[in-house]
């Protein structure tokens, strides 16, 4: 029983990797959905943000893409290595 158990429990980790990252998003996004202040807050950020994007325009743009090519770059860099 006990054995059966672990198979199915390693069978539903490999099945749904993503479900500990779906689940963290999920509650980051109810509770930015339930707290005014907070959603204040990052509204008022995501708004100075662009605003400091186009003023530096076009270098901004230029740097944003770099580090997401750098981050996608590392991201599948790590994912391809054996698992040790």
């Known amino acids: ?28 996004i109810l509770f930015v959905a339930i707290s005014p202040a907070l959603r204040v807050s990052l509204v008022d950020d995501a708004d100075h943000l662009q605003k400091v994007i186009v003023d530096n325009s076009p270098w901004s743009y230029v740097a944003l893409g770099v580090g997401v090519l750098a981050l996608l770059m590392f991201g599948l860099h790590r994912s391809s290595q054996p698992k040790t």
Request: aromatic share 10%.
């Open 1 to 28: 029983m006990t054995g059966s158990l672990a198979t199915g429990r390693a069978t539903i980790e490999r099945g749904f990797p993503m479900f500990r990252a779906l689940g963290t998003f999920g509650l980051g």
